[in-house]
């Protein structure tokens, strides 16, 4: 990997690192536009300072747009979405492995 594409991967990890910022994108991966109401109350127990934060820098990385309906992803954002399809299959995949390790480590059935 060069250190080009080093760079790109450092900088949107850096922008997704932030506190909330997948889950505001995760919330909108329907394709759904949401009231910021709406928005906070799927992303749950996000602050308004919080939600206001992460949606002004996804926008400036044009990942997330507002509209007349509400907030939304836009077609990049949608693009980085869909390439993060198998993360729940994995998510299960892994929380499985996760409680057999515990239930291993603790001896119970």
Known sequence: MSSKDNA???QLLALLEARYAMRVL???RDGHPQTFRLLQDSVG??????LNTRIKDLREAGLLCHGQD??????VGTDFLKRLAD?????????SVQGRKKQQATGTP
């Open 45 to 50: 127990g996000i602050t308004p300072n919080t």
């Open 8 to 10: 790109a991967i450092h």
């Open 26 to 28: 995760w919330a909108l």
């Open 87 to 95: 993360v729940p299959a994995f998510a299960n995949r892994w929380v």
């Open 70 to 75: 509400g907030y939304c992803v836009t077609p």
